[in-house]
């Protein structure tokens, strides 16, 4: 999206939140108006329509409830600290309440609540970024865009360096399984060499091992059963019943030392083959192990490399946004109420109430103190004293600023090292109503 266009949908905004009841409640001497209340056995559950949110007050501490039904009129819209949402803007083209399911209102208003509090947060954003000098936004410029092109230069020779090295450990995974692929064969193979060597003898010629004399007798017994000399030997060491031949059990007995002799060598050859063979697979395991592991680093790497680009990236272009905004002299649409604005050293704290769905909270200082990127703020919920957000100066000067979109009672406590001087303001927005948004051409 081109980034006057982007400009044009955030200045547009959205238009107001469309109240869905009046009634009106006091609590701790407090006044809340343009909510729903929902009365429970010891408490009451007040729902704020601006925010979606809701709260539960104790009954004992409630000194009046007014319920005026979904009349539409906020209550009490001129007092002080209290919220009202009397004056809402609804956008033409939307269809009117009365047609819609609460499932629809509810997501209409929460469409309203998100786009306002990106208006706020642009404005905000907007509003500091101007009051830097024409030095000090060009500086800041430059250095975000260094920035997101090293981050990336970084995110891709990282993911280079990942891939060369996922490639070595591919490459080693192969050969260790080729090698204990090739060891087996040649294993079976030095096996069937020995065996083949104890029986050579009777390949070639199954007389060899006999003498003239007991070949002669050999050929006299195969012509009387009438057999060639081979076969008759053959079916007689198999063990088919002939007359005995001393000297034939003097071969057959040769013949198995051989084979007996083979059985050990190829015993001895099997284990020292399937020795190497276990040390390739537990290689191959531990490697198949390291590549996993590597595996797993590597996916955090690369997706806290690919984030921190995105990040500076979105950064740099939301600087160019804003630049560019200035350049086109956008002048702010939201309206706020001020609580409080005090310059401060060391530790400040201030407490205020909120009744508006959108509390802002700025600190201003001179970022061209060395102490600049010092300074701490924490926001806490004054009634339970839980922390509700923190922020520090260390962020570009465009993000001094807290959003914090509940109604409330808040304590707001910065700190700061000796020797820096800054200013907190605090203020709630005072009306919803603003202008549709404009038309993209």
Do not use: C
Request: hydrophobic share 35%; proline share 5%.
């Amino acid at each position: 999206m081109p980034r006057t266009a982007f400009i044009v949908l955030l200045a547009a905004a959205a238009s107001s939140l469309i109240p869905a009841s009046a009634d009106t409640i006091v609590y701790r001497g407090r006044e809340y108006s343009g909510v729903t209340i929902e009365e429970l056995s010891n408490q009451y559950v007040v729902h704020f329509p601006d925010t979606g949110r809701k709260k539960y007050f104790r009954k004992e501490e409630v000194t009046s409830v007014q319920r005026t039904g979904n009349s539409g009129q906020a209550g009490s819209p001129e007092r002080t600290g209290v919220y009202s949402a009397s004056k809402p803007a609804v956008r033409p083209q939307e269809p009117e309440t009365a047609d819609l399911t609460p499932q629809q209102i509810a997501l209409q208003e929460y469409k309203q609540r998100k786009r306002i509090r990106a208006q706020a947060e642009f404005e905000a954003a907007f509003e500091h970024w101007s009051k830097l000098t024409d030095e000090q936004r060009e500086a800041l410029l430059a250095s975000a865009v260094d920035q997101a092109a090293a981050a990336e230069a970084e995110r891709q020779q990282t993911a280079q360096a990942i891939a060369d090295q996922r490639q070595q450990f591919d490459g080693e995974r192969e050969a260790r399984r080729v090698s204990a692929e090739s060891t087996a064969v040649e294993r079976d193979r030095t096996i069937n060499e020995t065996y083949a060597a104890a029986f050579e003898v009777q390949d070639v010629d199954p007389f060899s091992y006999l003498t003239d004399r007991e070949a002669q007798h050999t050929v006299a017994l195969a012509d009387s059963v009438g057999l060639a000399p081979e076969e008759f030997l053959e079916e007689y060491l198999d063990g088919f019943a002939y007359p005995p031949v001393p000297y034939f059990e003097t071969g057959r007995r040769r013949l198995a030392d051989a084979l007996d002799d083979a059985d050990v060598e190829a015993y001895w050859i099997e284990q020292e083959y399937n020795a190497r063979i276990a040390e390739e697979s537990r290689a191959l395991s531990q490697l198949e192990g390291e590549a996993r592991r590597f595996d797993r680093r590597s996916k955090t790497v690369l997706r806290s490399n690919a984030d921190r680009a995105r990040r500076l990236a979105s950064t740099a272009d939301y600087l160019a946004v804003l630049e560019d905004a200035r350049a086109a002299e956008y002048e702010p649409s939201l309206k706020y109420r001020s609580l409080f604005s005090v310059e401060g050293k060391g530790v400040t704290q201030r407490h205020i109430s909120a009744a508006a769905p959108i509390l802002r909270i700025d600190w201003w200082l001179d970022i061209s103190s060395p102490l600049a990127n010092q300074l701490t703020i924490r926001v806490y919920d004054s009634v339970s004293e839980k922390p509700v957000k923190a922020d520090s100066s260390a962020t570009l000067p465009s993000d001094h600023f807290l959003i914090i979109d509940e109604p409330g009672d808040y304590l707001v406590e910065a700190e700061g090292p000796e020797g820096l001087t800054y200013t907190i303001e605090a203020k709630e927005l005072q009306d919803l109503t603003l202008p549709p948004p404009a038309e993209e051409e």
